[in-house]
């Protein structure tokens, strides 16, 4: 059987750690950052967990992470 394939896109996106969990990126912070307070900016910064219900689907796009 052939090898299954990573998606590239969610290999750009979600980093497995070591407990299992995946880590990723937070959202609404990349444009329009003018008209955004700096208390929201500012609390969009570092990482988040991917909840619970997305686990499933990430990893079957990742399948040897």
Same mark, same amino acid.
């Given at each position: 059987?052939?090898?299954?394939?990573?998606?590239?896109?969610?290999?750009?996106?979600?980093?497995? !750690?070591?407990?299992?969990?995946?880590?990723?990126?937070?959202?609404?912070? !990349?444009?329009?950052?003018?008209?955004?307070?700096?208390?929201?900016?500012?609390?969009?910064?570092?990482?988040?967990?991917?909840?619970?219900?997305?686990?499933?689907?990430? !990893?079957?796009?990742?399948?040897?992470?």
């Amino acid at each position: 059987m052939p090898k299954m394939k990573t998606k590239s896109g969610a290999a750009k996106r979600f980093k497995f !750690r070591a407990n299992g969990s995946i880590k990723r990126s937070q959202a609404f912070k !990349r444009h329009i950052l003018t008209k955004k307070t700096t208390k929201n900016k500012r609390q969009l910064r570092g990482v988040a967990n991917v909840d619970a219900t997305n686990v499933a689907s990430i !990893r079957t796009m990742m399948p040897y992470a």
